[in-house]
């Protein structure tokens, strides 16, 4: 199924990426190249097949309900890009 | 003189416990190499010198003073990247991470340092582990040491090259779908990726969670067995990591082959497969098969749907790991956004390379609504069938054999245009990490060109001790590292 300008354009909204008019028309030729040869797993039939989405027969892993030790505050923040009095700083996000 | 070309841990740590040579000076001439050759090889995004130098130190002071040291006292290691080191810098070969300084150690990093070894820096790697040739890294290409216009392998590129080359004894990399042992065998090393869940992945930097996986790369098959003795075993930060005994890797490695049995899957050595390739690798498993292993024909019929499922799997895992790159914890924020929203944007389309993108963009269609079973759950069920595949393989045979790249390493920017011809040069690899299986690459020839040729050991789940038992064999029969540098 080939990609469409919409889908690029819809996915990259979801993804939160923008793209140049080149680069969109190289996605679309890239990733409907990519997408047709993963039809080829159509060629199964994988009606009555469980799916994986873990390899190893893990389940419900918890641990004691104890407080343990947590990262130290400013040692977090200072990674972040900007911080304010103690918090993350972001640009405005209500008018 | 020390030969560092050669210098093996298990060596050096006799060395250094007899007090023939210290750790420092080891670390110290290490260094001086590292400054010689690395501008041409650009194994290393960071060194950490000073660190390295007082660790090495004060690893000599303990030994000469008689008191107890740890399995890897003294002996150097490069880690990869996107593993968490305390107060230094992972950027996973990406801009977004160009300053983000880790505030806390991997567990592996964690086991190192109690077992004493010295990290005297980080390795380059394909941005975020997506690639096979470590050319998308924001930091450069690494060459590989026996070619330099040819691709280390990737995404440990930057290990396997440093380990080739001398710049390192030991290193860590990560194996998503190959990215530990296809480097490997373009490097002429040792190259394992361990069971899902028999090494801790917290302090890795999550690329796809279901098939992710810490290992060793190193000169020879005693390495790699000391090292990931090292690094296994269970942690409670991990909930997938599996709580077994990790049995004495070195004490089972000279076992022999007598009586194993060897599957070769047919599906392996099927077209597209390089002749020279081909031959080094059945003319090992003649020589295996001479020292008593029981050889037969082995099949894994799902194989030719491996790189779908996967490039599927994979990316989509990745769409949602990468969700938290935003710029507002930390990492590079682009700083032209007049809103929030727009700032997300920025920083995302501005702080990754185009492969990172593309795999985003893979994954969140294959996530999307309308393509979900389409895509992601057939995928998902493909797995299953892979899975099944191996399960049935291992009722007849104790390993399986098979080349870990179609190839010898190729040229720089052969492939980097084309991701789908990219994607399927992972061919041999991606399987593994399906099944969730362990595997080693093993170097078992040199190409007329001078190329290295790597075998790839397929065995059980948590079943470690058997491929490194048939990884030691086939490196007796070779005589040794590969030697062609």
Redesign the interface.
Same mark, same amino acid.
């Given at each position: 199924m080939p990609v469409t300008l919409k889908d690029v354009e819809n996915i990259a909204m979801l993804a939160k990426l923008r793209f140049t008019q080149e680069e969109k028309e190289r996605l679309i030729s890239q990733l409907s190249r990519i997408l047709s040869y993963f039809e080829k797993l159509n060629e199964l039939d994988t009606t009555d097949v469980e799916p994986t989405s873990h390899v190893l027969p893990i389940k419900n892993v918890f641990r004691d309900d104890v407080v343990t030790g947590s990262l130290p505050r400013d040692q977090i923040l200072a990674n972040a890009p900007d911080q304010w009095m103690g918090y993350f700083k972001v640009p405005k996000v209500i008018e | 003189m020390i030969d560092l070309m050669r210098l093996t841990a298990h060596e050096l740590k006799e060395g250094i416990v007899r007090g023939e040579t210290s750790s420092y000076e080891v670390v110290n001439s290490l260094f001086d190499r590292i400054e010689k050759i690395d501008r041409d090889i650009n194994a290393y995004i960071s060194l950490l010198k000073e660190e390295a130098l007082r660790k090495a130190e004060e690893v000599d002071r303990r030994i000469d003073r008689g008191e107890k040291v740890g399995k890897l006292a003294g002996i150097p290691l490069a880690v990869k990247d996107n593993i968490c080191v305390r107060g230094t810098k992972t950027t996973c070969g990406s801009k977004i991470l160009e300053? +983000?300084?880790s505030?806390?150690d991997a567990t592996v990093i964690e086991r190192l340092k109690s077992a004493d070894a010295v990290i005297i820096g980080k390795t380059n790697m394909d941005e975020f582990a997506m690639g096979s040739s470590t050319e998308t890294s924001y930091f450069g290409v690494t060459r590989n040491p026996y070619d330099l216009s040819r691709v280390p392998g990737g995404s440990s590129g930057g290990s396997a090259a440093a380990v080739a080359s001398g710049e390192t004894v030991l290193a860590l990399g990560s194996d998503t779908g190959g990215s530990i042992r296809q480097p490997a065998s373009f490097c002429g090393v040792v190259g394992l990726k361990p069971t899902? &869940?028999r090494v801790s992945r917290f302090g890795l930097v999550a690329y796809a969670s279901?098939l992710d996986q810490i290992g060793p790369l190193t000169k020879d098959v005693t390495d790699c067995a000391l090292l990931l003795g090292v690094l296994a075993g269970h942690d $409670?930060r991990d909930?997938?990591s &599996?709580d077994l005994e990790v049995p004495d890797y070195l004490a089972l490695l000279q076992e022999g082959v007598k009586g194993i049995r060897l599957g070769i899957p047919e599906e392996y050595f099927a077209e597209g497969l390089d002749p020279e390739v081909n031959s080094s690798v059945m003319h090992l498993v003649q020589q295996l098969a001479d020292l008593g292993a029981e050889v037969e024909n082995a099949s894994l019929p %799902?194989t &030719?749907?491996a790189? =779908?499922?996967y490039?599927?799997l994979a990316t989509a895992e990745a769409?949602a790991n990468l969700?938290r790159y935003? &710029?507002?914890?930390?990492? +590079?924020?682009a700083e032209e956004? =007049? #809103? $929030? #929203?727009?700032?997300?944007?920025?920083t /995302?389309?501005i702080g +990754?390379g185009d492969e990172v993108? /593309?795999r985003?963009? $893979?994954g @969140?269609?294959a996530l999307?609504a309308g393509y979900y079973e389409a895509?992601y759950?057939?995928?998902?069920?493909? /797995? @299953? $069938?892979i899975?099944q595949d191996f399960q049935k393989a291992f009722e007849r045979f104790d390993v399986l054999i098979t080349p870990t790249s179609p190839t010898v390493a190729f040229k720089i920017g052969e492939k980097l245009d084309d991701?789908?011809k990219m994607?399927l040069s992972d061919v041999y690899t991606i399987s593994v990490n399906? =099944?969730?299986i362990p595997a080693v690459s093993v170097p078992c020839g040199i190409s007329a060109e001078g190329l290295p040729i790597g075998l790839q050991i397929l065995g059980r %789940?948590f079943d470690e001790a058997t491929v490194l038992r048939v990884a030691y064999a086939v490196e007796q029969v070779v005589g040794g590292a590969i030697d062609g540098l």
């Open positions: - | 300053n +983000f300084v505030p806390y899902y &869940g279901s $409670l909930s997938t &599996g %799902h &030719g749907y790189i =779908a499922s490039y599927l769409s969700a935003d &710029g507002v914890k930390y990492g +590079f924020r956004a =007049a #809103d $929030l #929203d727009d700032m997300y944007c920025y /995302r389309s +990754f993108k /593309r985003i963009m $893979l @969140t269609y999307s895509y759950r057939k995928a998902q069920k493909v /797995r @299953t $069938l899975k991701p789908l994607y399906l =099944a969730g %789940h």
